[in-house]
């Protein structure tokens, strides 16, 4: 069955970095667009970054400078390294996939949802 498994979030200072990672499996990783995505207490989901079967990368525009989305194809795991941190910054963070899209990702679009990682910035 698919599987996303997120790792990598905890408590950081302001200023800080994470790198969360996101083991896929079950599906066509190779094939299908990737993201990340974040929900805080009260707030609604929100995608952070995207990425394409070619690299495409998208970008919410609080964090474009920021955080990085990567992909490792070999070892069907997406990353998102998180620098400069922000207490704004923290939420429930996600990996998601389409596996119906490639080369363009559908915003909004994720079927594929994994259980989600923490990630709490605060002093």
């Known amino acids: 069955q698919v599987q996303l498994v997120e790792s990598g979030g905890g408590s950081v200072q302001p200023g800080g970095s994470l790198r969360l990672s996101c083991a896929a499996s079950g599906f066509a990783y190779g094939s299908s667009c990737m993201a990340w995505l974040r929900q805080a207490p009260g707030k609604q989901r929100e995608e952070v970054a995207t990425?394409?079967?070619?690299?495409?990368?998208t970008y919410k525009g609080t964090v474009k400078g920021r955080f990085t989305i990567s992909r490792d194809d070999a070892k069907n795991t997406l990353y998102l390294q998180m620098n400069s941190l922000k207490p704004e910054d923290t939420a429930m963070y996600y990996c998601?996939?389409?596996?119906?899209?490639?080369?363009?990702?559908?915003?909004?679009?994720?079927?594929?949802w994994g259980q989600g990682t923490q990630v709490t910035v605060s002093s």
């Open positions: 990425i394409s079967i070619s690299g495409r990368t």
């Open positions: 998601a996939a389409d596996p119906s899209a490639a080369n363009w990702c559908v915003p909004g679009r994720w079927p594929y």
